[in-house]
């Protein structure tokens, strides 16, 4: 199973040869595969978004399960944050992947490396 940073779904939208491989074959499993509320956030607030970009923003968010900001996120994440020094979202993304016990999907291998327990697929 896996979750998706915010970049892997960005990348695999705007069709990029090297992900596109990589991600059609997890998104085409029959898995749950997560995305974090902040990574929903963050694709939905780019400005200049076209009609065209939102429907297929929302149509790839209804292939996942949105995993919901709660308490026990939050305080993974403010772990994660204060020990690690992650960008807010990038440590609701972490704890995320941890709290789901799935392999975590970015180009931002740099951001992650070094988490204990977070698997990490580079894209």
Do not use: C, W
């Not at 974090?36 to 076209?50: A, C, P, W």
């Amino acid at each position: 199973m896996y979750t998706l940073d915010t970049n892997a779904i960005i990348y695999y939208l705007d069709e990029d040869p090297t992900v596109v491989p990589l991600l059609d074959p997890i998104l085409g499993q029959d898995m749950a595969i997560f995305v974090s509320v902040v990574t929903e956030l963050e694709l939905l607030s780019h400005s200049g978004l076209t009609e065209e970009d939102m429907a297929e923003i929302q149509q790839l968010l209804t292939s996942v399960v949105i995993f919901p900001l709660e308490s026990r996120l939050a305080q993974l994440a403010g772990a994660l944050r204060r020990q690690y020094h992650l960008k807010t979202p990038d440590s609701v993304v972490a704890a995320t992947a941890l709290l789901t016990r799935t392999t975590l999907v970015t180009r931002n291998i740099r951001d992650f490396q070094g988490i204990d327990g977070l698997s990490l697929l580079p894209i």
